[in-house]
């Protein structure tokens, strides 16, 4: 049975693949840093004995077949009850010693989210320049299309509120999740904040899941897939408005002709023009109406998010 801390239930949620190394050093790291948190831990169909590893160390053990961390923590926030949710990685590479800083930043300031920017130490092998260097490039992406914020937004180390994990629809198959929580976080205009801390190599038998370039390229598509779903405005006016203008200049001569001679000599090119134009005006309806019906659907999740309470900011434990 695990305590309160502050008025509030805690868990500590980890998604695992293949971690039977390190596993049972990271629940004990937690254990130590916020006794009073419940420790669940979602094996990703691992076959090297994750599980049974933390069965082991005391920790509450969920399956998840489907593989992929979207999947994962899709079923952790479905799963999972408390008022505060601290997740991590599985890999030991996150400084579980900051987790109870972290929690109290969020109580403290009545935020929905605290991400845990990552700061490496030691040969910094996890956390190489090519890493650093997508990382920014995607973040400073999602920045200029949804809003500026977080300056590490794929990093796995976050504490979040009740109100915004049960409000989230987690849609990500991978680990184009963080990319998710975050756009949904800026969408939703929750507060929250950042605070760095501690990116380790990993353990000795404990390999990365991540691929460089598919899961990036999965990022990719996550945020356009995104912008498509909450800016449709902007995406299908812009559209409209460049078959609009290319039509038209491609009209101009043809218009040209006919005042000069009285005659269409360019028929295919006044069909297509007169096409484009159309084209252009019923992209600029579809933007109107997908707008209204983004609008309708934020409010929905915004009223979903208002009906959750928010964290108990407590003093003591």
């Given at each position: 049975m695990t305590k309160l801390y502050r008025g509030n239930h805690v868990a500590v949620i980890l998604p695992c693949f293949n971690e039977v190394a390190v596993i049972a050093s990271v629940i004990a790291d937690f254990r130590a840093a916020l006794p009073e948190a419940g420790?669940?831990?979602?094996?990703?169909?691992?076959?090297?004995?994750?599980?049974?590893?933390?069965a082991a160390a005391g920790a509450v053990v969920r399956h998840v077949p489907q593989r992929g961390k979207g999947n994962v923590v899709r079923r952790q926030f479905a799963d999972v009850d408390a008022d505060?949710?601290?997740?991590?990685?599985?890999?030991?590479?996150?400084?579980?010693?900051?987790?109870?800083?972290?929690?109290?930043?969020?109580?403290?300031?009545?935020?929905?989210?605290?991400?845990?920017?990552?700061?490496?130490?030691g040969d910094g092998g996890e956390y190489r320049p090519g890493h650093v260097l997508g990382n920014k490039v995607l973040t400073g992406t999602v920045a200029n299309i949804f809003g500026?914020?977080?300056?590490?937004?794929?990093?796995?180390?976050?504490?979040?509120?009740?109100?915004?994990?049960?409000?989230?629809?987690?849609?990500?198959?991978?680990f184009e999740i963080e990319t998710e929580l975050t756009i949904?976080?800026?969408?939703?205009?929750?507060?929250?904040?950042?605070?760095?801390?501690a990116y380790g190599s990993r353990a000795e038998g404990s390999t990365s899941k991540l691929s460089t370039i598919r899961d990036g390229l999965a990022i990719v598509e996550t945020i356009v897939r995104l912008f498509a779903r909450?800016?449709?405005?902007?995406?299908?006016?812009?559209?409209?408005?460049?078959?609009?203008?290319?039509?038209?200049?491609?009209?101009?001569?043809?218009?040209?002709?006919?005042?000069?001679?009285?005659?269409?000599?360019?028929?295919?090119?006044?069909?297509?023009?007169?096409?484009?134009?159309?084209?252009?005006?019923?992209?600029?309806?579809?933007?109107?109406?997908?707008?209204?019906?983004?609008?309708?659907?934020?409010?929905?999740?915004?009223?979903r998010y208002l009906e959750i309470p928010a964290p108990r900011a407590a003093d003591g434990p």
């Open positions: 420790i669940y831990v979602f094996d990703n169909a691992s076959t090297d004995g994750t599980a049974e590893a933390a505060v949710y601290v997740m991590a990685d599985g890999d030991g590479t996150y400084d579980a010693g900051q987790s109870r800083a972290l929690v109290d930043m969020l109580l403290d300031n009545g935020l929905d989210m605290v991400v845990g920017t990552r700061q490496a130490v500026r914020g977080f300056s590490d937004m794929l990093s796995g180390y976050r504490v979040l509120s009740r109100r915004f994990v049960k409000s989230f629809p987690a849609l990500s198959k991978g949904h976080a800026l969408e939703l205009r929750a507060p929250y904040g950042e605070m760095s801390t909450e800016r449709p405005r902007q995406l299908y006016m812009a559209l409209g408005s460049a078959v609009a203008l290319f039509s038209m200049l491609i009209a101009i001569p043809v218009i040209v002709d006919y005042f000069e001679t009285g005659l269409v000599p360019r028929f295919p090119t006044a069909i297509l023009a007169g096409l484009g134009i159309v084209a252009g005006l019923i992209l600029g309806a579809t933007a109107v109406i997908l707008d209204s019906v983004v609008t309708g659907r934020r409010e929905v999740k915004r009223l």
